[in-house]
T-cell receptor
Framework: QQPVQSPQAVILREGEDAVINCSSS?????VHWYRQKHGEAPVFLMI?????EQKGHEKISASFNEKKQQSSLYLTASQLSYSGTYFC?????????FGKGTRLHILP | EAGVAQSPRYKIIEKRQSVAFWCNPI?????LYWYQQILGQGPKLLIQ??????VDDSQLPKDRFSAERLKGVDSTLKIQPAKLEDSAVYLC???WGQGGETQYFGPGTRLLVL
């Protein structure tokens, strides 16, 4: 079952914050976040394993609520380089199913 | 460490022709994936190999698509005959162990079927 991402698209000014949500109708073992810039391959951001943990690196962090079967990606004080499409992938023990993506555009 | 390599980067063919894509995963990665990404969509898994065995090919249109991973390293994906709706980016990815782990993607092959 493909996870559902929201919103579909976001436009921000540099320095503003954004939250991207990912939810699944199936129980989750893991959630993977990737960013894809136009014309490029998806690049791994982080993986969260069941346990409700929160992970982060500098100004990008994520949470995983396995009870609610959802994850959120937080981008703080966004930079121009954050522009791209963000995909969540929900994982069982054998594969990842990707959502349709959230397009993020940062304006200077 | 070298990343996932794919070739060609671009391909334009006419419908009903055949085409093949090649992928070389990161050295030592046991699992290899082929995804189809249609414009504006997320990657859709076509086939997953662990070493040279198929783990999942449930979404591979087997009447026209085929894939192999000889010797558990390189892989080729073939489409024969191609249809207009096959126009997409074909991404290859690899991971260390069995699926569900962090996947590293290649640059992709952009296919346009006319």
């Amino acid at each position: 079952q493909q996870p559902v991402q929201s919103p579909q698209a976001v436009i921000l000014r540099e320095g503003e914050d954004a939250v991207i949500n990912c939810s699944s109708s199936k129980a989750l073992y893991s959630v993977h976040w990737y960013r894809q810039k136009h014309g490029e391959a998806p690049v791994f951001l982080m993986i969260l394993l069941k346990g409700g943990e929160q992970k982060g690196h500098e100004k990008i962090s994520a949470s995983f609520n396995e009870k609610k079967q959802q994850s959120s990606l937080y981008l703080t004080a966004s930079q121009l380089s954050y522009s791209g499409t963000y995909f969540c992938g929900t994982g069982g023990d054998d594969k990842i199913i990707f959502g349709k993506g959230t397009r993020l555009h940062i304006l200077p | 460490e070298a990343g996932v390599a794919q070739s060609p980067r671009y391909k334009i063919i006419e419908k009903r022709q055949s085409v093949a894509f090649w992928c070389n995963p990161i050295s030592g990665h046991a699992t290899l994936y082929w995804y189809q990404q249609i414009l504006g969509q997320g990657p859709k898994l076509l086939i997953q190999f662990q070493n040279n065995g198929v783990v999942d090919d449930s979404q591979l249109p087997k009447d026209r698509f085929s894939a192999e991973r000889l010797k558990g390293v390189d892989s080729t994906l073939k489409i024969q005959p191609a249809k207009l709706e096959d126009s997409a980016v074909y991404l290859c990815a690899s991971s260390w162990g069995q699926g569900g782990e962090t996947q590293y993607f290649g640059p992709g092959t952009r296919l346009l079927v006319l």
